[in-house]
T-cell receptor, first 113, second 115 residues
Framework: QKEVEQNSGPLSVPEGAIASLNCTYS??????FFWYRQYSGKSPELIMF????GDKEDGRFTAQLNKASQYVSLLIRDSQPSDSATYLC?????????????FGTGTRLKVLA | DTGVSQDPRHKITKRGQNVTFRCDPI?????LYWYRQTLGQGPEFLTY????????KSRLLSDRFSAERPKGSFSTLEIQRTEQGDSAMYLC?????????????FGQGTRLTVV
């Protein structure tokens, strides 16, 4: 089992729709959860982070965390073609004293104009 | 300070040559991470530093790879005797720990092509 799992996609949504991106993780000691956006050929850009169970909203983005289910998601409302990118889920665990960020393989999102 | 800076942005080298990359983190960040990313994959952890101390190395990191952060500021990643399989984007990230947040911010990356 991979430590952080994401569906590679592509996930295609029409412009203006809600895009829902999902991520599961295996380490119950994980404490911090991050979503990065990565355009082709570019480096990852942090867009959201969440530490507590529940929802966290920032503009068109909402991160959702359920530690009991080991599940984190990202909702993008009113999707725009400029949102087309790969979305990386990252998890940080302090289990065993390690502080590294562990990434999933990313979900490719296509927003269709 | 505008963020994490990496140099060079692109590097083409012949197989067997040594290469060195540099990363300048955000100035107040004491943690510095190196990752490697290949096409279609997420960033793969290589190593990280807290100040000048290298605290963890991935077991995937062969002895051809070495990283330093001598004064707790910038870091270098050296690859000796490069192989074609080393072709990838090398990403550096930094964060402040402990602190108000634990988010890591990435530099632009160094794209290595071994021919």
């Amino acid at each position: 089992q991979k430590e952080v799992e994401q569906n590679s996609g592509p996930l295609s949504v029409p412009e203006g729709a809600i895009a829902s991106l999902n991520c599961t993780y295996s380490d119950r000691g994980s404490q911090s959860f991050f979503w990065y956006r990565q355009y082709s050929g570019k480096s990852p850009e942090l867009i959201m982070f969440i530490y507590s169970n529940g929802d966290k909203e920032d503009g068109r983005f909402t991160a959702q965390l359920n530690k009991a289910s080991q599940y984190v998601s990202l909702l993008i409302r009113d999707s725009q073609p400029s949102d087309s990118a790969t979305y990386l889920c990252a998890v940080k665990s302090t289990t065993s004293g390690t502080y590294k960020y562990i990434f999933g393989t990313g979900t490719r999102l296509k927003v269709l104009a | 300070d505008t963020g994490v800076s990496q140099d060079p942005r692109h590097k083409i080298t012949k197989r067997g040559q040594n290469v060195t990359f540099r990363c300048d983190p955000i100035s107040e960040h004491n943690r510095l991470y190196w990752y490697r990313q290949t096409l279609g994959q997420g960033p793969e952890f290589l190593t990280y530093f807290q100040n000048e101390a290298q605290l963890e190395k991935s077991r995937l990191l062969s002895d051809r790879f070495s990283a330093e952060r001598p004064k707790g500021s910038f870091s270098t990643l050296e690859i000796q005797r490069t192989e074609q399989g080393d072709s990838a984007m090398y990403l550096c990230a930094s964060s402040t720990e402990p602190g108000s947040g634990t988010e890591a911010f990435f530099g632009q990356g160094t794209r290595l092509t071994v021919v």
